[in-house]
């Protein structure tokens, strides 16, 4: 019975029902959640097809009135498909072709390629036509086009016509006359995409996309008007969350730290998904100085990033182009970066261990390790790079220690030296930069040996550490003996000056290395002669602290003990020199500067600041 009715249908009403028949095929597989991701494109991709072939059935036949809005259904789902799959050449030839015969059918002749011109023209002859509905249909899928290919400049040229688009537009799908008059369903050529949807979201990602670049241009105030209005428009929770962190961003620019930061939680109070505005809220703290609120901050933004990722919502009639989709520019794209969820649990782990939460920070640096010997981690995917493995071994065991666990601390130096010490280079030259700004011509392999070596002292730094913090005089002896006889390896080489310096395995540029160098080496002697002051060995331990000093000037440990020895060797106005010169030290200056394993030990023997200050006064006026 079907096949008699569909054999006596006319052949306007055949590709009608071709068109209806593919729309509620994709609506009904492709796009719905029963299809993997991969299905629905492959399923997108036969759709796309088959309208193609649909609409070379209907342009084999001169442009007739009548089949105007058949032919532009068609035009417009096989555009959609196109523009979904990012096919935009396909797409815009397409709708050259239709805008084209639309001008044939209004009795002109079609007008130069040209984009802009060619649209003018056409919206012109049609303007007061059935046809110009039509075209408008078009115009929405034109204005996508230039939305995801960024072509910003154009949109702005066409505002005119676009925000005449908008207000004109009918609701609905197409014009429902023809139905109301012949009452057959296949008369209604159906569309996979609602053109009074598109336009919602055309508008709101317009205004995205044109905040972003305004705010990259340094037009933060021009910007922010525009958001301010956007968040207004009907859209997308999470699109309308973006123009509350735009908005954040154009005032955060414009030094309103508090403004910005009531932005960033609208944002997220709107969808909690806007994981940038998280992200960008902590650095603002981090500016102002709060550290509680930046490691508050990181704890949400670790635990939200550790969720799975959030698809965009199923949104009736604006599935097909989603709001990622239109939304492709690269001034937008980092503004909404995020660090990785184990970037930032590495800066939540530091940001901890530097402010006095070390057990939170041991918890979260072992979290770290775990995911790192994960099967499922990817390194390289990592953006911003995550520090080396042995790095983060090193900084997990100086947290160890500082939370008084200096075995697991001594397990985790022991891998690292085992990793690294075969591969040491035997000696190394640091050539001294001819220009602060130079290039260093380091090779790949040759940054490796240098980082290597410098790791390989910090190991050894580190045990030192635990034997000090066991009261393991010797052995503390031992490993930071260790690792100044390392850094013999490395000779430093001055410009102009040429030493007799043996031959080397390889000659780096000195670049950060020195100071890294000077670091551990002054740390190393610092701690071997604090243990020489323990075994009463006063000499060797004065000639430490003094050579610590020189590598590492602002040492407090080396220049407190080093007064103490002073002070039992009988130097006692020298020694009370050397106290009153260490007080005027910053520890706090280089705190997050350098590695945390570079940092002086808050574990082992110390001084009573209060007592020798007593000291002082009871040896009167300096």
Known sequence: MSNKIYHTLSLFDKWVQE?????????????????????????????TSEFETLLRKIQGVPPLADHTQLEVSVVYNACVCFTAQS?????????????????????????????????????????????????LYLLCLQWAIWLATCQLKMIEEFQEELTSLVETLP????????????????????????????????????????GAERLSEGHSSEALSGLQIASSLPAPRILVAYTHFLSGSCLAHMSRPQMALQCYRKALETDFRCVCALYQSMLIYRQLGNTQAEIQALHLLHSTRMLPSATEPALACTHLLSPSSLLRSQSLSSLLSVPSALSVLHNLALKCVLHGRVSEGVEHYLDLLAAFHSEDHQVHAEVPPLPRLTELYLEAGTALLMAQRPADCMALCDEVISTTLELLPEKLILEELEQRNEIRDVSVEGEDRVAMLLWTGAAYLLQGHCQTHLKDWKQAVIHYTRCINLLMKVWFKKRGFQPQIPSADMIVKEGTYLSVLQKLKGLSLAGRGISFTQTDQLKEALRDLQLSLQAFPECVGAGLWCGEVLWRLGRRRMAAAHWEKTWTFSAQSSLESLPVYLQEPQSGPSLDSTELRHRIQELGPI
């Open 19 to 47: 068109n209806n028949n593919l729309v509620n095929k994709w609506k009904q597989e492709g796009g719905g959640d029963t299809l993997s991701r991969d299905q629905s494109q492959t399923h997108l991709k036969w759709c």
């Open 87 to 135: 096919q935009f050449t396909e797409a815009e030839l397409l709708l050259k072709q239709a805008t084209e015969r639309a001008l044939q059918m209004a009795g002109n002749f079609p007008v130069a390629s040209d984009p802009p011109v060619l649209w003018r023209t056409v919206l012109k002859s049609v303007e007061n036509t059935a046809l110009n509905s039509c075209v």
């Open 171 to 210: 609701d609905g799908v197409w014009d429902d006359r023809r139905s109301k008059a012949r009452g057959k369903s296949f008369d209604i050529s159906l569309l996979v995409m609602e053109p009074r949807r598109l336009v919602e979201l055309l508008q709101i990602c317009t205004s995205i996309a044109q």
